[in-house]
């Protein structure tokens, strides 16, 4: 049972634009949310988070947003840097479950110069 | 660098062995995670402790067992490993273990078992 489900294995976008990353979840329990950012031979690295009670979350080139009626959520990414070339985790917390993460399946994001 | 250390990075065994992997968590950090990524598989939650306690627990096998020392530092343990045992484990950690947390990854300790 896939609570968490990034549907796009890879997503491939020019220099300077933007990349959307999307995410669905179907526990209605889930309230807090996170991206990781994952490069080869390395842990997840911590990108940006949001909360249930919010809608957005910005931080410099990357936003966060969540529908919660939807039980989608999305990252932008603008602009795109051939440096952000990784694989994004989606992941989603319930805060009766102690800080177990759920994560995604995670999306390849190639930026090309 | 999050500061969270693993030991070893790399280990080759045999079916039917034992490994023990090490974690150390972020100065200041009382809660550990583990986690298991399988080839062509999201990162899969194993248990999480907080101060010595078991917090929280995922889908661990009853082959694992793992536990956290009164230093902080977690071991995990895998024992009549079998073939589909071989990932990458990574462990975590975070200041007071909350759902809110931010989880801080290691670097993972990738174990192959033969």
């Known amino acids: 049972d896939q609570q968490v489900k990034q549907n796009s294995p890879s997503l491939s976008v020019q220099e300077g634009r933007i990349s959307i990353l999307n995410c669905d979840y179907t526990n209605s329990m889930f309230d807090y949310f996170l991206w990781y950012k994952k490069y080869p031979a390395e842990g997840p690295t911590f990108l940006i988070s949001?909360?249930?009670?919010?809608d957005k979350n910005e931080d410099g080139r990357f936003t966060v947003f969540l529908n919660k009626s939807a039980k989608h959520l999305s990252l932008h990414i603008v602009p795109s840097q051939p440096g952000d070339s990784a694989v994004y985790f989606c992941a989603a917390s319930a805060s009766n479950q102690g800080g177990k993460l759920i994560f995604g399946q995670g999306t390849e994001l190639s930026v090309k110069p | 660098d999050s500061g969270v250390t693993q030991t070893p990075k790399h280990l080759i065994t045999a079916t039917g062995q034992r490994v023990t992997l090490r974690c150390s968590p972020r100065?200041?950090?009382?809660?550990v995670y583990w986690y298991q990524q399988s080839l062509d598989q999201g990162l899969q939650f194993l248990i999480q402790?907080?101060?010595?306690?078991?917090?929280a627990k995922g889908n661990i096998l009853e082959r694992f067992s793992a536990q956290q020392f009164p230093d902080l530092h977690s071991e995990l343990n895998l024992s009549s490993l079998e073939l589909g045992d071989s990932a990458l484990y990574f462990c975590?950690?975070?200041?007071?273990?909350?759902?809110?947390?931010?989880?801080?990854f290691g670097p993972g300790t990738r174990l192959t078992v033969l």
């Open positions: 402790y907080y101060n010595g306690e078991e917090r």
């Open positions: 975590a950690s975070s200041v007071s273990g909350m759902s809110t947390d931010t989880q801080y």
């Open positions: 100065s200041g950090d009382l809660s």
């Open positions: 949001i909360s249930s009670i919010k």
